[in-house]
């Protein structure tokens, strides 16, 4: 999934920079956000997945 989203070539590989993005979602999801955020990712999600197919 992360090389999917283009996030390899977008960081040069950098796998602290990744780490730090997914922990960052992360923290996100614990807060007040979480269900508004769950409903945009999801969305998101789904149009690249149809896109890249």
């Given amino acids: 999934l992360v ?12 796998r602290a920079v990744i780490f ?3 922990d960052e979602a992360a923290a996100k999801l614990r ?3 979480r269900d508004q955020l ?3 990712w999801r ?3 789904r149009r690249a997945f149809d896109a890249v197919d």
């Fill in 20 to 22: 730090g993005l997914l």
């Fill in 31 to 33: 807060s007040a956000e």
């Fill in 38 to 40: 769950l409903i945009l």
């Fill in 3 to 14: 090389a999917k989203a283009g996030l390899v070539e977008l960081t040069d590989d950098d």
């Fill in 43 to 45: 969305r998101r999600g």
